[in-house]
């Protein structure tokens, strides 16, 4: 291979336990993270990201499967031994060492003298703007503080991967917020590959590259955010990514990449499709809230994409507004229209709706 | 490297959590000195308790019932009468266990509300109660029985008081009763039966408590119905604390009674005191001892188990 | 202070007990103290404020035999304290970070084992052992019991202490390069320090107040401050044996107050 990737595990499986009572907690995921990529494990607790992350820092072992890092296979080495430096979810900062202490005893395991890791350890900590504070222990730090601190133990060894276990999830709402632009930006000047565990899915649109999906030990999809959300692979990634609808259907006819299918109480609904199916097979159709337009409706039938129902439920939410509607053949739709200039049809509970769904809008997944 | 059993190897596995893989060999010290120094020791006196005795001390090494058979029968001076029953060493077994159980009841009554108040204190002054009794706990035992029983001899100042209140006329004879060694089993356990139930209710959730206030519960029904139950592993902890030394106890019997409230522990004692020993004869009333205690733990784990698979 | 009749809490009476069970704890070590500074020869009757007793204990006929006990007691209470404290927390490491094996809930009580044997059983047992493998009973036979009974109660603390450390500590040593042995010395054992002092001094104490066992596996010449006190008091208790006995009593609470105060640094710490 002329161009190695960063990181890439193959078919990596985790049991734990041992048969009847063992429990799988991956299940053969492969990816692959490209050199400088800012890469995210993206799932709900329990899904194996966790367990994928800590296997590559080598902490846990790896049941079957491999893992190179720039193409030399790590999955035998202890942690130790890996180029690969972590920051823990609760920043597992020394409580009895001072910052700086903190920030070069990676270096110093290294072997290198006091003075060299003093001096990139310092480096570091001015980087993440704490040079001030290399004489304090970590407990007069703040959260956000510590997490500087977290970040500038592990970047300063130099690894050549990071590994990042749900850093924010410990900060308030703010300070997460202007700590995601400012990761991003470490990873951008450093210019190392990083791999970032998190159950949020705005904290993974905002920062990755790309980003895998889990669910249950196994992977659901990888891609970037754009594609992960406009495109979901299947039922779990367009239910736990953003909010959709979830509609079950019947292929009538498949025509190339669109299909039509029939809905509730006999609608028919042009969908896209990605993966291969036949006629006659049932499927779900996910359809983005956002991509339904509403409009006032008095007559019972329009065209072919146009459905009619009773608003259910009406919520002014700022800068959109939410829609429940039962549709005449029985579907829940819950739509979201922004806004934006004041022209929002206003309605009310119990009136009637036609609703537009955006061309391409309706995707059907297999499963 | 020195020290611990050095680094992985690169052909070792790697381990998942830093110190997983070497268990066995962090464990190895605690089981050699306790196995080695102790359970094969253990298992030794369940042998010498099978052996003949020998008359200066010691054993001859002759498989022989007679340990266990001098426990429960009398066959006279020279063992040729036909058996009857012994009593005197049943009667010492029964007196013990019911001393170390009225021990543990009396420690119960007074170190309940102890517990409790202490566990219930403000976090400021908490402290200074709970030193308080923990400074027993760790004072030598045999101070402290030495420091009763100067308390209570017949000249001891107890009695001088109760004589200068004009309580009393003469002093009370209180050393070599019962009723001494009584007092001396529940004054040297007490502070066992605290310690564990503090713990317990200082986990408490008085959320409970006020749950049931709430619900028209009386307080002494919050405290019978709810957290009684609910810190009742405390309690049973507490009492087998009590219980199990008070059982074993040497020196409150050895210090504060005479020959006629021999307990298990001087029975025991004396079998390898001088000429006048019989090991086999000691080494099987300590097997039985150990026996009576293993089953006082087998019930406790029992309750253990339950209260953990139950209702939480 | 919280209204009595709103606050679950408060049981009526439970004061009187606290203070009834204090006065019985504290009643007969304080009359020691008292009488231990009574310059009378007869225990019985005050005679006025005195050290004479305090130094009889040190230079009275029997302060030879107090002062080699003393060494005794204290030699052996510190090699004890000190082997069964790093036994100790190499098994708290084992038993909570160590990986699962067969048997490893058995390895847990095996630990706590001479906690369960009733201290006489103990010694019975070890004075057979020691007999039937021909080791002379004495300074040596003494230490090595009283490691074996210290290795529990400085489990304790220890094992305590290190449940609540979190993994992650050693796991950010070893990412960072740090070999295990490093991870122990450099990270580990520094945030379990207040558990492995309080364990070394629950040891230590548990050791020095030890006297069952010690009077078992001792022998003839060799004396602890126990056997020397309990030997003493055979004859009837002597104002001497009084003084000793409260220089035991402060030894004693220097060393809870000491643990108790190292607890409280643990727990700022943490």
């Known amino acids: 291979m002329a161009n190695t990737s960063a990181l890439e595990v193959r078919n990596a499986v985790k049991v734990y336990g041992v048969k009847p009572n063992d429990v799988i907690a991956l299940n053969d995921v492969s990816i692959s993270v490209e050199n400088n990529e800012f890469f995210t494990l993206l799932g709900p607790s329990g899904c194996g990201k966790t367990t994928l992350l800590r296997m590559i820092a080598g902490f846990e072992t790896i049941t079957q499967g491999s893992i190179r890092l720039f193409g030399e296979n790590i999955e035998n080495l202890p942690a130790n031994k890996r180029p690969v430096n972590t920051v823990f979810q609760q920043y597992a900062l020394f409580p009895h060492m001072t910052v700086l202490q903190n920030a070069a005893f990676g270096l110093t395991m290294l072997g290198k003298s006091d003075k060299e890791a003093n001096s990139v350890a310092g480096r570091m900590l001015e980087m993440v703007q704490l040079g001030g504070f290399a004489d304090r222990k970590p407990g007069q730090l703040s959260g956000g503080q510590q997490q500087r601190v977290a970040l500038a133990r592990a970047l300063a060894p130099s690894p050549k991967l990071l590994l990042l276990d749900e850093p924010l999830s410990a900060l308030d709402l703010k300070l997460r917020h202007s700590m995601r632009v400012e990761l991003k930006q470490i990873q951008e000047e450093m210019g190392i590959t990083f791999i970032f565990v998190t159950h949020d899915q705005e904290e993974a649109l905002t920062m990755s590259d790309r980003m895998a999906v889990m669910s249950n030990g196994e992977l659901q999809q990888i891609g970037t955010g754009k594609e992960i959300y406009e495109q979901p692979g299947n039922r779990f990634v367009a239910d736990f990514i953003g909010e959709t609808n979830l509609l079950s259907a019947t292929v009538e006819s498949v025509k190339g990449s669109h299909a039509t299918c029939v809905i509730g109480n006999n609608t028919r609904l042009e969908c896209v499709v990605s993966d291969a199916i036949e006629a006659g097979s049932s499927a779900h159709i996910s359809i983005r809230p956002e991509r339904i337009s509403l409009a006032k409706s008095t007559v019972s039938s329009a065209g072919q994409d146009t459905l009619t129902g009773v608003v259910s439920r009406y919520v002014y939410l700022g800068t959109d507004t939410q829609c429940k509607l039962l549709l005449d053949d029985g579907t829940k739709i819950n739509c979201r229209v922004q806004n934006a200039h004041g022209s929002t049809t206003d309605l009310a509970v119990g009136e009637r709706a036609s609703i537009h769904i955006d061309q391409g809008a309706a995707r059907l997944l297999v499963n | ?312 | ?270």
């Open chain 2, 1 to 312: 490297m020195a020290g611990l059993p050095s680094s992985t190897s690169a052909k070792e596995k790697p381990s998942a959590g830093v110190f997983d893989g070497i268990a066995i060999r962090l464990l190895a010290p605690s089981w050699l000195m306790i196995g080695f120094f102790l359970l094969v020791p253990v298992a030794m006196m369940l042998v010498y308790s099978f052996l003949t005795k020998e008359f200066r001390g010691g054993v001859i090494w002759e498989p022989s019932l007679a340990a266990y058979d001098q426990f429960i029968f009398d066959r006279g001076l020279f063992g040729d009468e036909p058996p009857v029953i012994e009593w005197t060493y049943i009667t010492i077994f029964a007196r013990s266990i019911w001393q170390a159980a009225l021990a543990t009841v009396l420690c119960l009554i007074i170190g309940f509300p102890t517990a409790y108040f202490i566990a219930t204190r403000p976090a400021n002054t908490r402290g200074v109660w709970l030193f308080l009794i923990t400074i027993p706990y760790w004072v030598n035992l045999l101070i402290r029985t030495v420091s009763m029983k100067f308390l209570i001899r017949d000249t001891g100042p107890l009695n001088q008081f109760l004589i200068s209140t004009g309580l009393i006329d003469s002093p009370i004879h209180i050393v070599n009763t019962n009723f001494a060694v009584q007092l001396g089993l529940f004054y040297s356990y007490l502070p066992f039966m605290v310690l564990p139930i503090y713990a317990a209710v200082e986990r408490y959730n008085f959320a409970l408590s006020e749950a049931a206030f709430d619900l028209y519960a009386s307080r002494w029904t919050t405290l019978r119905k709810i957290l009684i139950p609910v810190v009742k592993p405390g309690i049973i902890a507490g009492c087998i604390l009590v219980f199990i030394p008070s059982l074993g106890a040497f020196l409150a019997p050895d210090l504060l009674g005479g020959a006629k409230t021999f307990m298990i522990g001087s029975l025991i004692e004396e079998q390898f005191k001088g000429s006048a020993g019989n090991w086999p004869f000691g080494a099987a009333a300590s097997m039985i001892l150990l026996s009576m205690v293993l089953v006082v733990l087998l019930f406790y784990a029992r309750q253990q188990t339950r209260s953990i698979n139950g209702a939480r």
């Open chain 3, 1 to 270: 202070m919280a209204n009595t009749t709103t606050d679950v809490r408060r049981y009526p009476g439970f004061l009187a007990f606290t203070i009834l069970c204090l006065v019985l704890l504290y009643t007969p070590m304080i009359i020691v103290t008292i009488y231990s500074f009574n310059d009378s020869p007869s225990i019985t009757k005050w005679g006025g404020f005195s050290w004479r007793w305090y130094q009889d204990v040190f230079f009275g006929i029997e302060a030879a035999k107090f002062k080699t006990a003393a060494w005794n007691s204290l030699s052996i209470a510190t090699m004890a304290g000190i082997s069964a404290t790093v036994i100790a927390t190499s098994a708290a490491i084992g038993m909570i970070r160590g990986n699962s094996f067969k048997g490893k809930s058995l390895s847990f009580g095996l630990i706590n084992l001479p906690l369960m044997v009733p201290e006489i059983v103990s010694a019975v047992a070890t004075l057979i052992f020691f007999s039937a493998i021909g080791i002379t009973r004495g300074y040596f036979s003494i230490l090595i019991a009283h490691m074996v009974f210290c290795i529990p109660f400085a489990y304790l603390p220890i094992a305590a202490r290190l449940e609540g450390i979190e993994k992650s500590y050693e796991e950010a040593a070893i990412d960072l390069y740090a070999t295990r042995w490093k991870a122990f010395t450099k990270v580990l054992m520094p945030l379990l320090a207040p558990g492995i002092i309080s364990g070394f001094l629950l040891a230590f104490i548990i050791s020095l107040d030890d006297f069952i066992i010690t009077n078992f596996v001792k022998g003839a010449g060799v004396e602890t401050l126990p056997t020397a006190i309990f030997g003493s008091v055979k004859q009837g208790i002597k104002p001497n044996i009084m003084a000793l006995s409260t220089l035991m009593l402060l030894v004693s609470v220097f060393f809870v107050s000491l643990s108790y105060y190292v607890s409280k640094l643990g727990e700022r710490s943490r």
